[in-house]
T-cell receptor, first 111, second 106 residues
Framework: EAGVTQSPTHLIKTRGQQATLRCSPISGHTSVYWYQQALGLGLQFLLWYDEGEERNRGNFPPRFSGRQFPNYSSELNVNALELEDSALYLC??????????FGPGTRLTVL | GIQVEQSPPDLILQEGANSTLRCNFSDSVNNLQWFHQNPWGQLINLFYIPSGTKQNGRLSATTVATERYSLLYISSSQTTDSGVYFCAGGGFKTIFGAGTRLFVKA
């Protein structure tokens, strides 16, 4: 069974640009979570989607947004990139409220 | 919101030693998990343990939900156990602890 996949692996952008990160959950999972991990720090909860709806979001500005598609895959968009947005972005999937499984992450660098 | 505290923040072990990592929650949580993050950033699931005790090889975990803490035991540590260990849990928002950075010396 395929695990959670994320693309791209690496992404380099400049300040002010927009970044789009993608996540495909484990087959059968309806929930997708996004987390940000800045260098050397812990994971910060960003967004939670389930059945196509945003269920909760963490303490991040509105320029962090996303969506979940009918096939349960998800997209994270970061607008007006700032240098401090450079981080590893991790996606996880689960059945609603159950154990989360993580993808390999997308490393975003903002120059 | 829920606060998650992990201890110790750093741990250095000689290969073969045993260790206990602790995770305290400020409020009751469900879906408590332990993860190991490897040097490439991948989070590896160790245990999904809202309550009770589980064992997997040299690793075991115990969660006492009524007292809002969980313990991860590593026995006969190996160099490949090195990395960062996280606990996480929550309801509508999953909160991660700051992690325990483990280094096992050969």
């Amino acid at each position: 069974e395929a695990g959670v996949t994320q693309s791209p692996t690496h992404l380099i952008k400049t300040r002010g640009q927009q970044a789009t990160l993608r996540c495909s959950p484990i087959s059968g999972h309806t929930s997708v979570y996004w987390y940000q991990q800045a260098l050397g720090l812990g994971l910060q909860f960003l967004l939670w989607y389930d059945e196509g709806e945003e269920r909760n979001r963490g303490n991040f500005p509105p320029r962090f947004s996303g969506r979940q598609f009918p096939n349960y895959s998800s997209e994270l968009n970061v607008n007006a990139l700032e240098l401090e947005d450079s981080a590893l972005y991790l996606c996880a999937s689960s059945l609603l409220g159950d154990e989360q499984f993580f993808g390999p992450g997308t490393r975003l660098t903002v120059l | 919101g829920i606060q998650v505290e992990q201890s110790p923040p750093d741990l250095i072990l000689q290969e073969g030693a045993n260790s206990t990592l602790r995770c305290n929650f400020s409020d009751s949580v469900n879906n408590l998990q332990w993860f190991h993050q490897n040097p490439w950033g991948q989070l590896i699931n160790l245990f999904y343990i809202p309550s009770g005790t589980k064992q997997n090889g040299r690793l075991s975990a115990t969660t006492v939900a009524t007292e809002r803490y969980s313990l991860l035991y590593i026995s006969s540590s190996q160099t490949t156990d090195s990395g960062v260990y996280f606990c996480a849990g929550g309801g509508f928002k999953t909160i991660f602890g700051a992690g325990t950075r483990l280094f096992v010396k050969a």
